[in-house]
Structure formats: C-alpha cells, structure tokens
C-alpha cells in the first residue's frame, strides 16, 4: 500500500509513520520526515496530533495492527477451501519473503519497533499490546476454523506471532530470508499437528501471496 491523494493528510500521516518507523525505528523518525513523505501541509502535525509524537506513534501502531489482521483473513481466504495453519503461517512468512526478493533489503514490524523504542511510554505499551491483540484476534479465529481446539488456539496464534517476529529480526540482521523460511519449515508440523493434519514442509513449498497489498 501506498500513499495517495484521495487519503486526507491526516490518513496519510499515520500511514507515513507507520512505514517510517518499520524501518528506521521510532526514534529515528522526525516529525518533519514524517509530514514530508506524506505530502502534508506544514502545520497539519499539530492540527491532527496535538499529543505530539507519542499520538502519532500510537495511531501508526493501531493501523500497522488492522492492516496485519485484514492480511490474516485475506491468506486464508487465498487458500480456499482446505486452509492450514502451517499453510496460513506459511502465506505470512511469504509476505516478508517477497519483500526481501523484490527490495533486496526488509524492513521491520513497526508494532515491534514501538515496542523495542518506546517501552517506557505507558500510552505507547498500551497501543502495543491492543495492537497485538488485534493481529491475534483473526489468527485465533482462522485456527480454530481450521480445527484446532478452541482453548488451544490463543496460545498457538500468540506462537506464530512470536515466531513471526524473532524471525523477522533474524533476517533484517542477515538480510538474508534463512530465519523466515526455517521459522515456516519447522513451526508448520506442530501447528498442523494440532488439528490432525500434515504439511508438506521446506521452502519450496511456501504457497504464493496472492492477498492483495
């Protein structure tokens, strides 16, 4: 997704912190840099965010959390009518793959980067961790329609994103994808082991992204 002129400077603005912050980091990100690359008007950042950086850093967060959400329901609904949870898992390793591929470069998780940057800020630790929440959420949903036991679910999708994240670290740090394709290799089995179900594991076998960006 990209900034456009038919999103208001302030939909914009959220949006521009958000991909700045996944990857410079949230201190890293100026005001200024932030109202640059969304085209806004000068002063407009005091209009829309009188909390200053702190408010906008939290509302980043919150969009960075429904847009991973809507991603989640959209890889399932790109694999029809026989989803797995290591299929699923699988589509959301793709996703940082792909960007690897094609930039030669992956930036972070800008949940994450809140997180490592501001975890003194009670307003942003919050934001956090509804945002986590929300990403969750259809992750829990989406296993348990697949036929994981219910009880077991929050605890499986709190995995993936766990392993997701440490993942993604690992191969910003390599520029190298070998952490997120060991991470979809190896996680798949157990979460297919949990409804009963088998994966043909191995990065080869990693479905293509066909969720809309």
């Known amino acids: 997704m ?3 002129s038919r999103y208001g400077p302030r939909e914009r603005m959220v949006f521009s ?3 700045l912050i996944r990857r410079e980091g ?3 990100t100026g005001l200024r840099q932030v109202v640059a690359h969304a085209e806004a ?3 407009s950042l005091q ?3 009188p909390g200053g950086k702190e408010q906008l850093v939290n509302e980043a967060v919150a969009w960075a959390a429904r847009y991973a959400a809507r991603r ?3 890889f399932v609904a790109a694999m029809g009518g026989s989803p797995t949870p290591g299929g699923l898992f699988a589509a959301m390793v793709r996703q940082w793959t792909d960007e690897l591929e094609s930039d030669g470069t992956l930036a972070g998780c800008p949940v994450a980067a809140a997180t490592v940057d501001c975890a003194s800020a009670d307003s942003t630790r919050a934001a956090v961790a509804a945002a986590f929440a929300e990403w969750t959420r259809p992750l829990t949903v ?3 329609d697949m036929g994981v036991p219910e009880p077991r679910a929050p605890s499986l999708a709190t995995l993936m994103l766990s392993t997701l994240e440490g993942a993604i670290l690992i191969s910003r740090a390599e520029n190298s994808p070998r952490a997120l394709l060991t991470a979809a290799t190896e996680l798949a089995p157990l979460l297919d082991a949990a409804t009963g179900t088998q994966w043909a594991s191995g990065p080869s076998r ?3 992204d066909s969720a809309d960006q």
Request: hydrophobic share 40%; charged share 10%; proline share 12%.
């Open 41 to 43: 008007p000068r002063g």
């Open 72 to 74: 989640v329901e959209r």
């Open 206 to 208: 990693l479905p293509p």
């Open 26 to 28: 949230v201190a890293a």
């Open 47 to 49: 209009h829309y965010f």
């Open 2 to 4: 990209g900034s456009s």
């Open 142 to 144: 989406a296993l348990t």
């Open 17 to 19: 912190a958000a991909q």
